[in-house]
């Protein structure tokens, strides 16, 4: 069964910090890799994702992801982190196909202290 | 476009009592999720509808859940009797036929005293 693992529940950091979350997954077959941000009061929303190709894929609001598949990993990362990136971001992977389920991480609430 | 609309966005009921919630998919996607997250757990996958037939319903934790899709359209999921333990997030999430523009509702929030 897929199973993923985020590296740290809760993470604060101050504005112009850099920003690495990191995200594990077992799963021996081919995987689709996403990272889903869910601020304050909103729906989750796709950051980015890594189906194929070019491992470092890039997202919205100026994050991106490194995909290291003998790592089994999908690190995200943000150069500078501002306030208003204060929200809980999850990794989540699916299988083969996109239109099957997600399995998604625990979390990690990211505060961004002004 | 709209997107995917779930109400309630947050419900209060006794342990005991019964709850519909409710999802509007986006118009046109096929596939329809449901998902939950129990207090500090993780999201978990519930079901998947392909228009109106179960596709796949591994995720639900027991029978006292049930869930439908009238006519392909909106879908329910009925929660009878609720538990404390039923309390958490429910999210919706629908897909095209071929699992594009895969979106997720804002959830809601169930509260089982």
């Known amino acids: 069964a897929q199973s993923v693992s985020q590296h740290n529940h809760h993470v604060i950091l101050s504005e112009a910090a850099s920003l690495e979350l990191g995200c594990n997954y077992s799963y021996g077959g081919t995987v689709n890799l996403f990272w889903y941000v869910q601020y304050p009061g909103q729906h989750l929303q796709l950051l980015l994702k890594?189906?194929?190709?070019?491992?470092l894929v890039k997202g919205i609001k100026g994050f991106e992801a490194e995909f290291i598949k003998s790592k089994f990993s999908f690190n995200l990362r943000k150069p500078s982190v501002q306030w208003s990136d204060t929200a809980e971001y999850f990794c989540?992977?699916?299988?083969?196909?996109?239109?099957?389920?997600?399995?998604f991480g625990p979390g990690t609430r990211l505060s961004v202290l002004p | 476009e709209a997107g995917v609309t779930q109400f309630p966005s947050h419900s209060v009921i006794e342990k005991g009592q019964t709850v519909t919630l409710r999802c509007d998919p986006i118009?046109?996607?096929?596939?329809l999720y449901w998902y939950r997250r129990v207090m500090g757990k993780e999201i978990k996958f519930l079901l998947h509808?392909?228009?109106?037939?179960?596709?796949?319903e591994s995720g639900m934790p027991n029978n006292r859940f049930l869930a439908e899709r009238t006519g392909g359209t909106y879908s329910t999921l009925k929660v009878q009797p609720a538990e404390l333990e039923d309390s958490g997030v429910y999210f919706c999430?629908?897909?095209?036929?071929f699992g594009y523009g895969y979106t997720f509702g804002s959830g809601t929030r169930l509260t089982v005293v």
């Open positions: 989540a992977v699916n299988a083969g196909n996109y239109g099957q389920n997600f399995v």
């Open positions: 118009s046109g996607h096929d596939n």
């Open positions: 890594y189906f194929s190709g070019d491992p």
């Open positions: 999430a629908s897909s095209t036929q």
């Open positions: 509808f392909v228009k109106e037939s179960k596709q796949d």
